[in-house]
C-alpha cells in the first residue's frame, strides 16, 4: 500500500519507517519452505532451548490458582522487583531499592523505545553506536529526537571513542547508548572503559543508557560487569537487563530497567498510561528464575560455546575473518575479500546454501562488511549449515 494514498495516512513519525528487516526476511524464507528449500535460519537472535523446568513448574503451579489472573501491578509484582534487586546484589554486588530503582518491562525492548519517549524532546540529540541494535535509533526518531551516531571499529575493539565525539554535539545530548557485550559484535568492555564512561556522563550531563541481556552469556572465563558497579553510576546511568537471553524465555516478554529512580519513575509513570503489565504468574516464574540455582547456566552457556566454535571454524573455513566473541550469542565476520555489500552477499547464500543470516549493514552503515551469524539454533542444524558453508565456497 501505498502510504502517502491511503484512505489514513500514517503520522509523520513513522511514515518513513518500513518493516522490520526480519519480518521481510521472513516471508522470503517462508516462499523458498514453500517450494521446497530447507532453509536453516541463523540470522535472529532468538534462544532455541527451554528454560530450566523449575522455572517453567513455578509458571504451571501459579497459572492453575484461581486468584492470579486479574491484572498485574504495572511496573511488576514487589516480589518480582525484590526478586531484581537480589539478582543485582548476588551477581554484581549492586545495591538496588526495589520500590524505586526497579521498574519491570514486558522484555527489555519495550523499556529501550520507552527511555526516548520520556527523556527526549523534539531537537534532543541521543547518541547511538553504529553498528547497534535499531530500536535505539527508531526509539528516538519517533520522539522527535536527533541520532548522532558514533562508530564501532574493530580496530577500537567495538569499544567507542568518546573524545572523538563533537563538542557542539555533546552540549544537546540528552542519552549516549551503549551495550555490552554487545549485539551484533559479541564485543565485552571492562570496568576502566564504564568507569570513563560515568565521568564523561556525568562532565557533559548525559543519561547512559546501558543495554545488558548478554551479560550472563559468557565463554572461556569472562564474567560481564554491570556499569552500576561503578561507583555514582546511578546518578548517570540505567540498564536494562532480560530473562529473554540469561534463562531462555524470549517469548514470556519479561525484562527490567535499573538505576536512577528519577528516570526509573519516568519509565513507570509513561507505563501507566500505555500498558498493564504482565501475567502475573510469569512474574512468579520471573522470581524463581532470579531467585534459583543458577548453575544450570553453566551448562546451557558450554551449549552456546560449542555453537560458537563451530560458527568460527566453519565461518573461516569459507573465507570469512573474524575474532572469536567471550559473550553473547553472536558471531560477527568480516565477509570475504573482494565482497563488500553485505545484504548481497547474505541473499546470494541464502539463495545458494539455504543459510540465512543477518547483513551487517542492518545495523548501521559501519556495519557494512560484516554479517552476523546466532547461536540461537540446534548444534546439529549449526554444523550443517557451517558444512555448506564450507562446500559453497571451495
Known amino acids: 500500500m501505498n502510504k502517502n494514498t491511503a484512505f489514513v495516512p500514517p503520522a509523520h513519525r513513522i511514515s518513513s519507517f518500513e518493516p522490520y528487516f526480519f519480518a521481510s526476511l521472513g516471508k522470503k524464507i517462508a516462499q523458498m519452505k514453500k517450494q521446497g528449500t530447507d532453509v536453516i535460519r541463523i540470522d535472529m537472535g532468538s534462544p532455541d532451548l527451554p528454560p530450566a523446568k523449575f522455572i517453567i513448574d513455578e509458571l504451571i503451579k501459579d497459572s492453575q490458582r484461581s486468584d492470579t489472573h486479574g491484572y498485574s501491578p504495572i511496573g511488576g509484582t514487589p516480589a518480582y522487583k525484590r526478586a531484581v534487586a537480589e539478582y543485582y546484589l548476588n551477581r554484581f554486588e549492586v545495591t538496588l531499592d526495589p520500590s524505586t530503582e526497579v521498574v519491570g518491562l514486558i522484555g527489555s525492548k519495550e523499556g529501550l523505545f520507552n527511555l526516548?519517549?520520556?527523556i527526549l524532546n523534539p531537537g534532543d540529540v541521543a547518541l547511538v553506536p553504529d553498528p547497534g541494535y535499531p530500536v535505539y535509533s527508531?526509539?528516538?526518531?519517533?520522539?522527535?529526537?536527533?541520532?548522532?551516531?558514533?562508530?564501532?571499529?574493530?580496530e577500537n575493539q567495538f569499544i567507542p571513542d568518546l573524545k572523538a565525539i563533537p563538542v557542539d554535539v555533546l552540549e544537546r545530548a540528552k542519552i549516549l547508548w551503549l551495550n555490552y557485550p554487545n549485539n551484533p559484535t559479541g564485543a565485552v568492555a571492562s570496568m576502566a572503559f564504564f568507569e570513563e564512561v560515568v565521568s564523561f556522563a556525568r562532565k557533559h550531563k548525559i543519561l547512559i543508557a546501558h543495554d545488558a541481556p548478554y551479560v550472563d552469556i559468557c565463554f572461556d572465563g569472562y564474567i560481564a560487569p554491570s556499569i552500576l558497579q561503578v561507583p555514582g553510576a546511578k546518578e548517570v546511568a540505567v540498564e536494562f537487563n532480560s530473562l529473554s537471553k540469561t534463562y531462555n524465555m524470549a517469548g514470556w516478554r519479561l525484562g527490567m530497567a535499573v538505576g536512577n529512580p528519577d528516570v526509573i519513575d519516568y519509565l513507570f509513570t509513561y507505563k501507566s498510561q500505555m500498558d498493564t503489565s504482565n501475567f502475573g504468574p510469569i512474574f512468579s516464574a520471573g522470581v524463581a528464575a532470579l531467585t534459583g540455582d543458577q548453575s544450570w547456566l553453566e551448562e546451557r552457556n558450554q551449549v552456546y560455546k560449542e555453537r560458537r566454535d563451530l560458527v568460527v571454524e566453519g565461518l573461516r573455513s569459507a573465507g570469512l575473518t573474524l575474532e572469536v566473541p567471550r559473550a553473547a550469542i553472536y558471531v560477527w565476520a568480516h565477509l570475504p575479500p573482494g565482497e563488500t555489500d553485505?545484504?548481497?552477499f547474505c541473499s546470494?547464500?541464502?539463495d545458494e546454501t539455504g543459510v540465512s543470516t543477518t547483513p551487517g549493514v542492518i545495523f548501521g552503515k559501519h556495519g557494512e562488511g560484516f554479517l552476523r551469524v546466532s547461536l540461537g539454533t540446534?548444534?546439529?542444524?549449526i554444523k550443517e549449515a557451517m558444512d555448506r558453508l564450507s562446500d559453497w565456497k571451495r
Do not use: C, D, N
Open 342 to 344: 553485505s545484504i548481497k
Open 348 to 350: 546470494r547464500m541464502l
Open 378 to 381: 540446534s548444534t546439529q542444524r
Open 138 to 154: 527508531a526509539s528516538g526518531i519517533i520522539a522527535g529526537g536527533e541520532i548522532v551516531h558514533f562508530p564501532l571499529l574493530a
Open 116 to 118: 526516548s519517549q520520556v
